[in-house]
């Protein structure tokens, strides 16, 4: 089974502060992408990449920045949080470049901003 | 990329099959439709996905349309671990994009 995991559950962070959100996929994907869960609004992706130190924008970029130095590890960096990042946020990762892939999710960091 | 369309909520007696509809008018012939779901505070899951043909899994069945215009996707025994908000997706044909709409919220029934 594909198993994709992220560090937190739960976060709440200050506004300003710089948030770390670390995703690990364990089945040698080589996509990585991070969406945004709000209410009304269904998942809208961040960003995603196709290979390791390649990072691709998607619809909502400002705000937020990537890294993936390792194949199994993408992260999502909040270079100074505000009140409208707080959401649920998923990382998926998919096998290849194939244009009918699966992406596989993991559970989810809701951040909380104050 | 091509939307869908699903009914906002539906309910379904433990037990029984639960069928999903969903609308994609506007499919290209190159373009997949994929399912999954999502339980309550937990990130979405994989369920199915199909082309043209029927496809059964698992999980759950899916039965597209001849005009690939709309597809139903079918959960044959409904329990109550199924009550979660199920999507219908077309993948679009370039990039690895999944858009999710806001799906329908299935709650089965004791």
């Known amino acids: 089974d594909v198993k994709v995991t992220q560090s937190s559950r739960y976060l709440v962070k200050r506004t300003g502060e710089k948030v770390f959100l670390e995703c690990v996929q364990d089945m040698d994907h080589e996509n990585m992408f991070w969406y945004r869960q709000d209410p009304g609004l269904g998942l809208r992706l961040i960003y995603f990449s196709y290979d390791v130190k390649m990072k691709e924008k998607g619809d909502i970029p400002e705000g937020y920045s990537v890294s993936r130095e390792k194949k199994e590890r993408f992260s999502l960096i909040l270079e100074s949080a505000s009140t409208n990042q707080t959401s649920m946020y998923l990382c998926?990762?998919?096998?290849?470049?194939?244009?009918?892939?699966?992406?596989?999710f993991g559970p989810g960091t809701r951040l909380l901003v104050l | 990329d091509a939307k869908t369309t699903q009914p906002p909520s539906m309910d379904c007696a433990e037990g029984r099959a639960a069928n999903l509809p969903c609308n994609h008018s506007?499919?290209?012939?190159?373009?997949?439709v994929y399912w999954y779901r999502q339980i309550h505070s937990q990130g979405p899951q994989y369920i199915i996905h199909?082309?043209?043909n029927n496809e059964t899994n698992e999980m759950a069945s899916l039965i597209i349309t001849e005009d690939r215009k709309s597809s139903t996707l079918i959960l044959p025994h409904a329990t109550l671990r199924d009550t979660a908000v199920y999507y219908c997706i077309v993948r679009v044909h370039t990039g690895n994009q999944f858009y999710f709409g806001t799906g329908t919220s299935l709650t089965v029934i004791p």
């Open positions: 199909g082309l043209k």
């Open positions: 506007t499919i290209s012939g190159n373009e997949y």
């Open positions: 998926a990762s998919s096998l290849g470049r194939d244009s009918q892939e699966t992406q596989y």
